[in-house]
Protein backbone atom coordinates (compact mmCIF):
# COMPACT_ATOMS: atom_id res chain seq x y z
CA UNK A 1 0.00 0.00 0.00
CA UNK A 2 2.83 2.49 1.06
CA UNK A 3 5.12 1.44 -1.37
CA UNK A 4 2.24 3.25 -4.69
CA UNK A 5 3.96 6.64 -3.40
CA UNK A 6 6.82 7.63 -5.77
CA UNK A 7 8.90 9.90 -4.80
CA UNK A 8 11.89 11.98 -7.39
CA UNK A 9 9.39 10.29 -10.24
CA UNK A 10 11.81 9.44 -13.22
CA UNK A 11 11.14 8.39 -16.29
CA UNK A 12 13.87 6.36 -17.75
CA UNK A 13 14.22 6.46 -21.50
CA UNK A 14 16.95 8.22 -23.47
CA UNK A 15 16.05 11.33 -24.80
CA UNK A 16 18.10 15.35 -25.43
CA UNK A 17 16.26 16.25 -21.98
CA UNK A 18 17.39 12.87 -20.42
CA UNK A 19 20.96 13.56 -21.41
CA UNK A 20 21.04 17.32 -20.84
CA UNK A 21 23.49 18.48 -18.07
CA UNK A 22 21.22 18.88 -15.03
CA UNK A 23 22.40 22.52 -14.02
CA UNK A 24 20.74 23.05 -17.41
CA UNK A 25 17.72 21.48 -16.59
CA UNK A 26 17.84 23.36 -12.74
CA UNK A 27 18.19 26.74 -14.45
CA UNK A 28 15.61 25.94 -17.41
CA UNK A 29 12.86 25.12 -14.92
CA UNK A 30 13.73 28.12 -12.81
CA UNK A 31 13.78 30.51 -15.69
CA UNK A 32 10.22 28.81 -16.95
CA UNK A 33 8.79 29.21 -13.43
CA UNK A 34 9.90 32.44 -13.34
CA UNK A 35 8.54 33.57 -16.45
CA UNK A 36 5.23 32.44 -15.93
CA UNK A 37 4.87 35.08 -13.42
CA UNK A 38 6.59 38.08 -15.56
CA UNK A 39 3.74 38.29 -18.10
CA UNK A 40 0.36 39.71 -17.99
CA UNK A 41 -1.68 39.14 -21.68
CA UNK A 42 -1.80 36.35 -24.08
CA UNK A 43 1.33 36.62 -25.64
CA UNK A 44 3.13 35.92 -23.27
CA UNK A 45 1.42 32.62 -22.96
CA UNK A 46 1.55 31.97 -26.50
CA UNK A 47 5.67 31.91 -26.38
CA UNK A 48 5.36 29.52 -22.41
CA UNK A 49 2.99 27.51 -24.76
CA UNK A 50 4.93 27.20 -27.33
CA UNK A 51 8.07 26.22 -25.27
CA UNK A 52 6.35 24.19 -23.01
CA UNK A 53 5.03 21.68 -25.80
CA UNK A 54 8.46 21.63 -27.54
CA UNK A 55 9.93 20.68 -24.23
CA UNK A 56 7.13 17.61 -23.56
CA UNK A 57 7.40 16.63 -27.22
CA UNK A 58 11.44 16.32 -26.44
CA UNK A 59 11.48 14.52 -23.05
CA UNK A 60 9.50 11.39 -25.22
CA UNK A 61 8.02 11.41 -21.72
CA UNK A 62 4.30 10.00 -22.04
CA UNK A 63 1.84 12.75 -21.28
CA UNK A 64 -0.06 11.11 -19.43
CA UNK A 65 2.88 10.99 -16.90
CA UNK A 66 2.84 14.67 -16.49
CA UNK A 67 -0.54 14.83 -15.95
CA UNK A 68 -0.76 12.52 -12.64
CA UNK A 69 1.19 15.19 -10.95
CA UNK A 70 -1.65 17.66 -11.82
CA UNK A 71 -4.73 14.93 -9.74
CA UNK A 72 -2.61 16.14 -6.76
CA UNK A 73 -3.85 19.86 -6.83
CA UNK A 74 -7.10 19.71 -8.77
CA UNK A 75 -8.42 20.88 -5.31
CA UNK A 76 -6.47 23.42 -5.16
CA UNK A 77 -6.86 24.40 -8.75
CA UNK A 78 -10.75 24.58 -8.39
CA UNK A 79 -10.28 26.60 -5.20
CA UNK A 80 -8.09 29.21 -7.21
CA UNK A 81 -9.94 29.52 -10.30
CA UNK A 82 -13.39 29.65 -8.19
CA UNK A 83 -12.29 32.43 -6.55
CA UNK A 84 -10.87 34.76 -9.05
CA UNK A 85 -13.60 33.85 -11.38
CA UNK A 86 -15.99 35.52 -8.49
CA UNK A 87 -14.21 37.81 -6.75
CA UNK A 88 -12.41 39.79 -9.37
CA UNK A 89 -14.26 43.09 -9.87
CA UNK A 90 -14.61 44.92 -12.79
CA UNK A 91 -17.61 44.95 -15.87
CA UNK A 92 -20.46 42.52 -14.83
CA UNK A 93 -20.71 39.58 -17.00
CA UNK A 94 -23.51 37.36 -15.71
CA UNK A 95 -24.83 37.72 -12.43
CA UNK A 96 -26.82 35.20 -10.21
CA UNK A 97 -28.20 34.97 -6.66
CA UNK A 98 -25.26 36.75 -5.03
CA UNK A 99 -22.52 35.95 -7.42
CA UNK A 100 -20.97 37.99 -10.30
CA UNK A 101 -18.76 37.09 -13.30
CA UNK A 102 -16.67 39.78 -14.37
CA UNK A 103 -14.65 39.81 -17.82
CA UNK A 104 -11.51 40.74 -15.73
CA UNK A 105 -12.73 37.44 -13.65
CA UNK A 106 -12.65 35.22 -16.44
CA UNK A 107 -9.61 36.81 -18.04
CA UNK A 108 -7.76 36.20 -14.26
CA UNK A 109 -9.14 32.84 -13.72
CA UNK A 110 -7.89 31.53 -16.78
CA UNK A 111 -4.18 33.04 -16.55
CA UNK A 112 -4.23 31.61 -13.03
CA UNK A 113 -5.56 28.53 -13.98
CA UNK A 114 -2.85 28.25 -16.61
CA UNK A 115 -0.21 29.43 -14.65
CA UNK A 116 -0.63 26.73 -11.80
CA UNK A 117 -0.88 23.82 -14.70
CA UNK A 118 2.43 24.93 -16.29
CA UNK A 119 3.99 25.54 -12.99
CA UNK A 120 3.68 21.90 -12.29
CA UNK A 121 3.92 20.35 -15.89
CA UNK A 122 7.17 22.65 -16.04
CA UNK A 123 8.80 21.26 -12.75
CA UNK A 124 7.82 17.52 -13.19
CA UNK A 125 9.74 17.73 -16.49
CA UNK A 126 12.71 18.45 -14.55
CA UNK A 127 12.18 15.53 -12.37
CA UNK A 128 10.92 12.71 -15.11
CA UNK A 129 14.01 13.24 -17.22
CA UNK A 130 16.62 13.75 -14.12
CA UNK A 131 17.79 10.98 -12.08
CA UNK A 132 17.59 11.96 -8.11
CA UNK A 133 21.32 11.12 -7.87
CA UNK A 134 21.84 13.46 -10.96
CA UNK A 135 19.62 16.15 -9.43
CA UNK A 136 21.66 16.66 -6.17
CA UNK A 137 24.78 16.04 -7.95
CA UNK A 138 23.51 19.49 -10.68
CA UNK A 139 22.56 21.29 -7.31
CA UNK A 140 25.98 20.43 -5.66
CA UNK A 141 27.89 21.90 -8.29
CA UNK A 142 25.74 25.40 -9.34
CA UNK A 143 25.22 26.03 -5.42
CA UNK A 144 29.36 25.51 -5.10
CA UNK A 145 30.46 29.11 -5.01
CA UNK A 146 27.89 29.37 -1.63
CA UNK A 147 30.53 26.95 0.11
CA UNK A 148 33.33 29.78 0.03
CA UNK A 149 30.78 31.84 2.71
CA UNK A 150 30.87 28.81 4.38
CA UNK A 151 27.42 27.10 3.48
CA UNK A 152 27.82 23.36 3.43
CA UNK A 153 26.70 22.27 0.25
CA UNK A 154 28.68 19.22 -0.17
CA UNK A 155 26.92 17.83 2.51
CA UNK A 156 23.63 18.89 2.23
CA UNK A 157 23.51 17.45 -1.78
CA UNK A 158 25.17 13.98 0.49
CA UNK A 159 21.93 14.78 3.03
CA UNK A 160 19.69 14.47 0.13
CA UNK A 161 20.53 12.02 -1.60
CA UNK A 162 21.07 9.51 0.92
CA UNK A 163 17.60 10.63 2.30
CA UNK A 164 16.40 10.02 -1.46
CA UNK A 165 17.58 6.64 -1.11
CA UNK A 166 16.53 5.49 1.75
CA UNK A 167 12.59 6.33 1.63
CA UNK A 168 12.11 2.95 -0.06
CA UNK A 169 13.72 1.39 2.85
CA UNK A 170 11.73 2.71 5.16
CA UNK A 171 8.61 2.74 3.67
CA UNK A 172 9.64 -1.04 3.30
CA UNK A 173 9.91 -1.16 7.11
CA UNK A 174 6.95 1.29 8.04
CA UNK A 175 4.81 -1.60 6.36
CA UNK A 176 6.37 -3.79 8.09
CA UNK A 177 5.96 -2.84 11.29
CA UNK A 178 2.36 -1.58 10.27
CA UNK A 179 1.83 -5.56 9.60
CA UNK A 180 3.85 -6.97 12.82
CA UNK A 181 0.99 -4.32 14.68
CA UNK A 182 -1.95 -5.33 12.97
CA UNK A 183 -1.66 -9.13 13.60
CA UNK A 184 -1.39 -8.04 17.50
CA UNK A 185 -4.47 -6.37 16.98
CA UNK A 186 -3.62 -2.57 16.66
CA UNK A 187 -5.92 -0.97 14.65
CA UNK A 188 -4.60 1.62 12.39
CA UNK A 189 -7.96 2.56 10.18
CA UNK A 190 -11.01 3.23 12.27
CA UNK A 191 -11.77 6.15 14.48
CA UNK A 192 -11.67 9.89 14.04
CA UNK A 193 -8.47 11.49 13.33
CA UNK A 194 -7.77 11.97 16.89
CA UNK A 195 -7.84 8.13 18.01
CA UNK A 196 -5.98 7.35 14.50
CA UNK A 197 -3.04 9.39 15.49
CA UNK A 198 -2.93 8.02 18.64
CA UNK A 199 -2.94 4.98 17.14
CA UNK A 200 0.29 5.91 15.36
CA UNK A 201 2.80 5.85 18.37
CA UNK A 202 3.50 2.71 17.97
CA UNK A 203 4.01 2.51 14.70
CA UNK A 204 6.11 5.67 14.79
CA UNK A 205 8.42 4.43 18.01
CA UNK A 206 10.23 1.86 16.45
CA UNK A 207 10.41 3.42 13.09
CA UNK A 208 12.06 5.87 14.58
CA UNK A 209 14.35 3.88 16.47
CA UNK A 210 14.98 1.54 13.54
CA UNK A 211 15.77 4.84 11.58
CA UNK A 212 17.98 5.80 14.09
CA UNK A 213 20.67 2.47 14.11
CA UNK A 214 20.26 2.51 10.32
CA UNK A 215 21.87 6.10 10.01
CA UNK A 216 24.43 4.98 12.79
CA UNK A 217 25.07 1.78 10.84
CA UNK A 218 25.22 4.16 7.76
CA UNK A 219 27.99 6.45 9.12
CA UNK A 220 30.02 3.33 10.46
CA UNK A 221 30.00 1.96 6.85
CA UNK A 222 30.77 5.55 5.21
CA UNK A 223 33.50 6.12 7.38
CA UNK A 224 35.30 2.43 6.67
CA UNK A 225 35.12 3.40 3.15
CA UNK A 226 37.55 6.66 3.90
CA UNK A 227 34.29 9.49 3.41
CA UNK A 228 35.63 12.32 4.99
CA UNK A 229 33.73 15.31 3.80
CA UNK A 230 33.79 16.59 0.13
CA UNK A 231 37.24 17.58 0.45
CA UNK A 232 39.50 15.71 -1.97
CA UNK A 233 36.44 14.05 -3.28
CA UNK A 234 36.63 13.21 -6.71
CA UNK A 235 33.20 11.65 -9.14
CA UNK A 236 32.83 8.55 -11.36
CA UNK A 237 30.79 10.73 -13.75
CA UNK A 238 31.64 14.38 -12.99
CA UNK A 239 29.30 16.92 -14.50
CA UNK A 240 30.28 17.89 -17.90
CA UNK A 241 29.20 20.63 -20.33
CA UNK A 242 28.82 19.29 -23.73
CA UNK A 243 27.66 21.21 -27.00
CA UNK A 244 24.32 20.10 -26.31
CA UNK A 245 24.06 22.06 -22.80
CA UNK A 246 25.53 25.00 -24.01
CA UNK A 247 22.54 25.16 -26.90
CA UNK A 248 20.05 24.67 -24.17
CA UNK A 249 21.58 27.65 -22.63
CA UNK A 250 21.22 29.85 -25.63
CA UNK A 251 17.61 28.58 -26.11
CA UNK A 252 16.79 29.37 -22.68
CA UNK A 253 18.07 32.90 -23.20
CA UNK A 254 16.52 33.13 -26.37
CA UNK A 255 13.16 32.41 -24.29
CA UNK A 256 13.75 34.55 -21.79
CA UNK A 257 14.37 37.66 -24.04
CA UNK A 258 11.40 36.74 -26.06
CA UNK A 259 8.86 36.68 -22.76
CA UNK A 260 9.82 39.91 -21.81
CA UNK A 261 10.26 41.31 -25.17
CA UNK A 262 7.26 40.62 -27.41
CA UNK A 263 4.75 40.94 -24.59
CA UNK A 264 5.59 44.62 -24.44
CA UNK A 265 5.08 45.22 -28.59
CA UNK A 266 2.14 47.06 -28.65
CA UNK A 267 1.27 45.27 -31.92
CA UNK A 268 1.61 41.77 -30.38
CA UNK A 269 -0.47 42.88 -26.97
CA UNK A 270 -3.49 40.82 -26.59
CA UNK B 1 54.68 -10.90 6.31
CA UNK B 2 52.29 -10.03 8.45
CA UNK B 3 49.52 -7.70 7.37
CA UNK B 4 47.72 -7.18 10.75
CA UNK B 5 49.30 -8.18 14.56
CA UNK B 6 48.13 -7.71 17.73
CA UNK B 7 49.20 -7.25 21.09
CA UNK B 8 48.05 -7.78 24.22
CA UNK B 9 44.92 -5.65 22.68
CA UNK B 10 42.10 -5.20 25.35
CA UNK B 11 39.07 -2.70 24.75
CA UNK B 12 36.73 -1.99 27.84
CA UNK B 13 33.83 0.13 27.56
CA UNK B 14 32.10 1.90 30.21
CA UNK B 15 28.48 1.10 30.87
CA UNK B 16 26.18 3.69 32.16
CA UNK B 17 22.84 3.51 34.11
CA UNK B 18 20.07 6.34 33.47
CA UNK B 19 21.80 8.59 35.59
CA UNK B 20 24.82 8.71 33.88
CA UNK B 21 27.00 7.48 36.57
CA UNK B 22 29.29 4.28 35.50
CA UNK B 23 27.58 1.15 35.80
CA UNK B 24 30.22 -0.91 35.45
CA UNK B 25 33.40 -1.66 33.25
CA UNK B 26 33.24 -4.29 30.26
CA UNK B 27 36.32 -5.68 28.88
CA UNK B 28 34.74 -6.27 25.41
CA UNK B 29 38.25 -7.51 24.34
CA UNK B 30 40.70 -9.02 26.73
CA UNK B 31 44.67 -9.59 26.04
CA UNK B 32 44.41 -10.53 22.35
CA UNK B 33 47.30 -11.39 20.85
CA UNK B 34 46.85 -11.97 16.86
CA UNK B 35 49.49 -12.36 13.67
CA UNK B 36 47.51 -12.40 10.52
CA UNK B 37 50.07 -12.73 7.22
CA UNK B 38 49.09 -11.27 3.69
CA UNK B 39 47.25 -13.31 2.09
CA UNK B 40 45.97 -15.44 4.77
CA UNK B 41 41.86 -16.61 4.43
CA UNK B 42 41.34 -15.96 9.09
CA UNK B 43 38.08 -16.88 10.60
CA UNK B 44 36.79 -15.78 13.70
CA UNK B 45 34.59 -17.60 15.61
CA UNK B 46 32.76 -17.17 18.49
CA UNK B 47 29.48 -16.55 19.72
CA UNK B 48 27.21 -13.19 19.77
CA UNK B 49 29.31 -10.78 22.97
CA UNK B 50 32.17 -12.68 22.17
CA UNK B 51 34.04 -10.03 21.35
CA UNK B 52 34.62 -10.70 17.52
CA UNK B 53 32.94 -7.67 15.86
CA UNK B 54 34.79 -5.20 18.48
CA UNK B 55 37.94 -6.98 17.61
CA UNK B 56 37.32 -6.44 13.89
CA UNK B 57 36.24 -2.77 14.50
CA UNK B 58 40.02 -2.48 15.98
CA UNK B 59 41.29 -3.66 12.16
CA UNK B 60 39.88 -0.94 10.40
CA UNK B 61 40.85 2.03 13.04
CA UNK B 62 37.10 2.18 13.83
CA UNK B 63 37.64 2.03 17.45
CA UNK B 64 40.77 2.33 19.47
CA UNK B 65 42.34 -0.04 21.80
CA UNK B 66 42.21 0.74 25.60
CA UNK B 67 45.08 -1.02 26.69
CA UNK B 68 48.07 -3.10 24.13
CA UNK B 69 48.39 -2.15 20.40
CA UNK B 70 47.53 -3.56 16.80
CA UNK B 71 49.37 -2.83 13.96
CA UNK B 72 47.82 -2.96 11.05
CA UNK B 73 50.73 -3.20 7.51
CA UNK B 74 52.89 -2.10 9.72
CA UNK B 75 50.85 1.07 11.20
CA UNK B 76 50.19 1.65 14.88
CA UNK B 77 46.23 2.38 15.12
CA UNK B 78 46.61 4.61 18.12
CA UNK B 79 48.71 7.39 15.86
CA UNK B 80 45.85 9.35 14.66
CA UNK B 81 47.57 10.42 11.16
CA UNK B 82 47.64 6.54 10.38
CA UNK B 83 43.72 6.64 10.73
CA UNK B 84 43.29 6.62 6.61
CA UNK B 85 45.81 4.70 5.65
CA UNK B 86 44.63 1.86 7.91
CA UNK B 87 41.17 2.46 6.44
CA UNK B 88 42.52 2.68 2.79
CA UNK B 89 44.99 -0.94 3.79
CA UNK B 90 41.54 -2.70 5.70
CA UNK B 91 38.26 -2.57 4.03
CA UNK B 92 35.05 -3.85 5.78
CA UNK B 93 31.77 -5.35 4.89
CA UNK B 94 28.76 -5.38 7.61
CA UNK B 95 26.24 -7.27 8.42
CA UNK B 96 23.09 -5.76 7.10
CA UNK B 97 23.43 -4.80 3.16
CA UNK B 98 20.66 -2.32 3.41
CA UNK B 99 22.82 -0.12 6.13
CA UNK B 100 25.92 -0.03 3.75
CA UNK B 101 24.80 0.83 0.26
CA UNK B 102 25.28 4.33 -0.27
CA UNK B 103 24.63 4.95 -4.22
CA UNK B 104 21.17 5.20 -5.78
CA UNK B 105 22.63 2.59 -8.93
CA UNK B 106 25.31 -0.10 -8.35
CA UNK B 107 27.73 1.11 -10.01
CA UNK B 108 28.02 4.14 -8.28
CA UNK B 109 27.81 2.77 -4.98
CA UNK B 110 30.84 0.84 -5.76
CA UNK B 111 31.97 3.87 -6.69
CA UNK B 112 31.89 5.45 -3.94
CA UNK B 113 34.72 4.44 -1.67
CA UNK B 114 37.50 5.29 -4.64
CA UNK B 115 35.89 8.63 -4.77
CA UNK B 116 36.23 9.44 -1.26
CA UNK B 117 40.37 8.71 -1.76
CA UNK B 118 40.47 10.80 -4.81
CA UNK B 119 41.32 8.50 -7.90
CA UNK B 120 40.81 10.07 -10.92
CA UNK B 121 37.35 9.21 -12.88
CA UNK B 122 38.56 7.29 -15.51
CA UNK B 123 40.81 4.98 -13.08
CA UNK B 124 37.55 5.07 -11.03
CA UNK B 125 35.55 3.15 -13.94
CA UNK B 126 38.11 0.27 -14.43
CA UNK B 127 38.25 -0.17 -10.74
CA UNK B 128 34.14 -0.67 -10.56
CA UNK B 129 34.45 -2.43 -13.84
CA UNK B 130 37.11 -5.19 -12.13
CA UNK B 131 35.35 -5.43 -9.02
CA UNK B 132 32.17 -5.69 -10.22
CA UNK B 133 33.43 -8.86 -12.60
CA UNK B 134 34.87 -10.21 -8.96
CA UNK B 135 32.21 -10.58 -7.58
CA UNK B 136 29.44 -11.83 -10.14
CA UNK B 137 27.31 -8.30 -10.27
CA UNK B 138 28.84 -7.00 -13.61
CA UNK B 139 25.35 -7.88 -15.26
CA UNK B 140 23.55 -5.79 -12.60
CA UNK B 141 25.88 -2.43 -12.71
CA UNK B 142 23.18 -0.26 -13.45
CA UNK B 143 20.43 -1.68 -11.38
CA UNK B 144 19.08 -0.27 -7.90
CA UNK B 145 20.44 -1.63 -5.10
CA UNK B 146 16.94 -1.74 -3.74
CA UNK B 147 15.73 -4.08 -6.21
CA UNK B 148 18.51 -6.92 -5.18
CA UNK B 149 18.45 -9.95 -3.59
CA UNK B 150 19.99 -9.56 -0.32
CA UNK B 151 23.08 -11.87 -1.11
CA UNK B 152 23.49 -9.73 -4.52
CA UNK B 153 23.72 -6.77 -2.20
CA UNK B 154 26.71 -8.17 -0.21
CA UNK B 155 28.20 -8.92 -3.28
CA UNK B 156 27.62 -5.34 -4.07
CA UNK B 157 29.16 -4.38 -0.94
CA UNK B 158 32.06 -6.44 -1.43
CA UNK B 159 32.78 -5.02 -4.57
CA UNK B 160 32.47 -1.51 -2.90
CA UNK B 161 35.27 -2.54 -1.08
CA UNK B 162 37.61 -4.64 -3.36
CA UNK B 163 37.02 -1.05 -5.66
CA UNK B 164 39.68 0.54 -3.14
CA UNK B 165 42.30 -1.77 -3.94
CA UNK B 166 42.61 -3.25 0.26
CA UNK B 167 45.32 -5.36 1.16
CA UNK B 168 42.90 -7.47 3.49
CA UNK B 169 39.07 -7.03 3.73
CA UNK B 170 37.46 -7.88 7.27
CA UNK B 171 33.60 -9.21 6.66
CA UNK B 172 31.54 -8.95 10.11
CA UNK B 173 29.12 -11.43 10.09
CA UNK B 174 28.21 -10.90 6.23
CA UNK B 175 26.21 -13.70 5.46
CA UNK B 176 24.11 -13.31 9.25
CA UNK B 177 21.23 -11.74 7.33
CA UNK B 178 21.22 -13.77 4.45
CA UNK B 179 19.26 -17.19 3.31
CA UNK B 180 21.36 -20.36 2.32
CA UNK B 181 21.49 -19.64 -1.32
CA UNK B 182 23.03 -15.72 -0.94
CA UNK B 183 24.99 -17.34 1.73
CA UNK B 184 26.76 -19.66 -0.47
CA UNK B 185 27.00 -16.58 -3.21
CA UNK B 186 28.84 -14.58 -1.10
CA UNK B 187 31.09 -16.75 0.55
CA UNK B 188 32.33 -18.19 -3.18
CA UNK B 189 33.15 -14.13 -3.74
CA UNK B 190 35.00 -14.25 -0.87
CA UNK B 191 36.72 -17.26 -1.57
CA UNK B 192 37.40 -15.97 -5.14
CA UNK B 193 38.88 -12.90 -3.69
CA UNK B 194 41.42 -14.27 -1.30
CA UNK B 195 42.16 -17.15 -4.53
CA UNK B 196 42.62 -14.98 -7.39
CA UNK B 197 43.07 -11.78 -6.05
CA UNK B 198 45.33 -12.47 -3.23
CA UNK B 199 43.63 -10.51 -0.93
CA UNK B 200 43.75 -11.18 3.16
CA UNK B 201 40.70 -11.86 4.34
CA UNK B 202 39.24 -11.78 7.55
CA UNK B 203 35.38 -13.36 8.40
CA UNK B 204 33.84 -12.94 11.62
CA UNK B 205 30.94 -15.87 11.78
CA UNK B 206 29.09 -18.03 13.88
CA UNK B 207 28.22 -20.92 10.84
CA UNK B 208 30.66 -23.31 11.66
CA UNK B 209 30.28 -24.10 7.64
CA UNK B 210 31.75 -21.17 6.40
CA UNK B 211 34.87 -21.88 8.46
CA UNK B 212 36.61 -24.92 6.51
CA UNK B 213 37.70 -22.95 3.76
CA UNK B 214 39.79 -20.67 6.00
CA UNK B 215 43.41 -21.52 6.48
CA UNK B 216 43.38 -20.11 10.11
CA UNK B 217 40.58 -20.02 12.59
CA UNK B 218 40.75 -18.24 16.12
CA UNK B 219 37.91 -18.75 18.44
CA UNK B 220 37.13 -16.18 20.95
CA UNK B 221 34.70 -16.33 23.83
CA UNK B 222 33.89 -13.54 26.59
CA UNK B 223 36.49 -11.37 24.76
CA UNK B 224 39.57 -14.21 25.04
CA UNK B 225 41.17 -15.90 22.05
CA UNK B 226 40.23 -19.29 23.36
CA UNK B 227 41.52 -21.75 20.45
CA UNK B 228 43.32 -20.80 17.13
CA UNK B 229 44.89 -23.29 14.73
CA UNK B 230 43.71 -24.68 11.29
CA UNK B 231 39.66 -25.67 11.23
CA UNK B 232 41.24 -29.27 11.63
CA UNK B 233 42.28 -28.83 14.50
CA UNK B 234 39.68 -26.80 16.06
CA UNK B 235 37.35 -28.91 14.90
CA UNK B 236 38.75 -31.83 16.85
CA UNK B 237 38.01 -30.02 20.30
CA UNK B 238 34.18 -30.52 19.79
CA UNK B 239 33.36 -31.26 23.55
CA UNK B 240 35.38 -27.30 24.17
CA UNK B 241 33.80 -25.96 21.33
CA UNK B 242 29.88 -26.89 23.31
CA UNK B 243 31.19 -25.84 26.15
CA UNK B 244 31.39 -22.29 24.54
CA UNK B 245 27.88 -22.82 22.97
CA UNK B 246 29.38 -23.26 19.57
CA UNK B 247 28.91 -25.92 17.14
CA UNK B 248 30.75 -27.78 14.80
CA UNK B 249 29.82 -28.53 11.21
CA UNK B 250 27.13 -31.54 11.32
CA UNK B 251 29.37 -33.90 9.68
CA UNK B 252 32.41 -33.58 12.22
CA UNK B 253 29.59 -33.76 14.83
CA UNK B 254 28.52 -37.13 13.30
CA UNK B 255 31.87 -38.28 13.20
CA UNK B 256 32.01 -37.67 16.59
CA UNK B 257 29.26 -39.27 17.78
CA UNK B 258 29.97 -42.46 15.59
CA UNK B 259 33.64 -42.65 17.49
CA UNK B 260 31.83 -42.33 20.61
CA UNK B 261 30.25 -45.29 19.80
CA UNK B 262 32.97 -47.50 18.80
CA UNK B 263 33.51 -46.55 15.08
CA UNK B 264 37.14 -45.76 14.42
CA UNK B 265 36.90 -42.52 12.56
CA UNK B 266 39.25 -39.99 12.32
CA UNK B 267 38.99 -36.53 14.48
CA UNK B 268 38.97 -33.31 12.04
CA UNK B 269 36.12 -34.54 9.61
CA UNK B 270 35.23 -31.34 7.50
CA UNK B 271 33.36 -32.00 4.74
CA UNK B 272 30.61 -34.98 3.57
CA UNK B 273 33.66 -36.08 0.99
CA UNK B 274 35.91 -36.66 3.77
CA UNK B 275 33.49 -38.06 5.73
CA UNK B 276 32.79 -40.46 2.97
CA UNK B 277 36.20 -41.40 1.95
CA UNK B 278 37.11 -41.94 5.58
CA UNK B 279 33.79 -44.89 5.85
CA UNK B 280 35.29 -46.28 2.79
CA UNK B 281 38.20 -46.51 4.48
CA UNK B 282 36.66 -48.51 7.30
CA UNK B 283 35.04 -50.65 5.32
CA UNK B 284 37.69 -51.54 3.90
CA UNK B 285 39.75 -52.59 6.39
CA UNK B 286 37.27 -54.52 8.20
Known amino acids: ?270 | MSIISAKKLAYEYIRRDKDGAVDGIVRALDDIDLDIKQGDFVAILGHNGSGKSTLAKHMNAILYPSEGTIWVDGKNSLEPENMWDIRKTTGMVFQNPDNQIIGTVVEEDVAFGPENIGIPSKEIWERVEESLKIVGMYAYRTHAPGKLSGGQKQRVAIAGVVAMHPKCIVLDEPTAMLDPIGRKEVIRAVRALNDVENITVILITHYMEEVIYANKVYVMDAGKVVMEGTPREVFSHTDELESIRLSVPQTTKLADELRKAGVPMPKGILSPEEFAEALCRLSSTM
Open chain 1, 1 to 270: MLRDITLGQYYPTDSVLHRLDPRVKLLGTIVFLLSLFLFQNFTGYIIATVFLVSMILLSRVPFSFMVRGLKAVVILLAITVLINLFATPGIPLVSFWKFTITKEGIRSAAFMMLRLIYLIIGSSIMTLTTTPKNLTDGMEKSLSPLSKIKVPVHEIAMMMSIALSFIPILLEETDKIMKAQMARGADFESGNLFKRIKNMVPLLVPLFISAFRRANDLALAMEARCYQGGNGRTKMKPLKYHLRDLAAYLILALYLAATIVLPRIPALKL
